[in-house]
């Protein structure tokens, strides 16, 4: 069974600077776009963050110069470094992993969600 498990989040203080992690678990043969989406209440969902197998970043307007996605490749696991939080940062927040699964199914799986309030 393939599994996506997120750590951090929680309340901050606005200009806290929480870090966010996902671990991708499971009979996992490679993962290709790893990234980060939120929704706040009452809005779509967006994407924060992903970054590719390469290396290769793409960020929504709303967070560049503040967040950062990384990730560990050998341990299947995508970051998030949020820094200068703001209010309008507040969301639930998911990790995505598009995966390739023996012995060849591309699948797509989402962390659980965790809620990130930026309060003072």
């Known amino acids: 069974q393939v599994q996506l498990v997120e750590s951090g989040g929680g309340l901050v203080q606005p200009g806290g600077s929480p870090r966010r992690s996902c671990a991708a678990s499971g009979n996992i043969f490679s993962i290709n776009t790893m990234g980060w989406y939120r929704q706040a209440p009452g809005k779509q969902g967006e994407l924060v963050a992903d970054i590719t197998s390469g290396g290769s970043t793409n960020y929504a307007d709303s967070v560049k110069g503040r967040f950062t996605i990384s990730r560990d490749n050998a341990k299947n696991m995508v970051y998030l470094q949020m820094n200068s939080l703001k209010p309008e940062d507040t969301a639930v927040y998911y990790c995505?992993?598009?995966?390739?699964?023996?012995?060849?199914?591309?699948?797509?799986?989402w962390g659980q969600g965790t809620q990130v309030t930026v309060s003072s």
């Open positions: 995505n992993a598009d995966l390739i699964l023996p012995p060849g199914w591309r699948f797509t799986s």
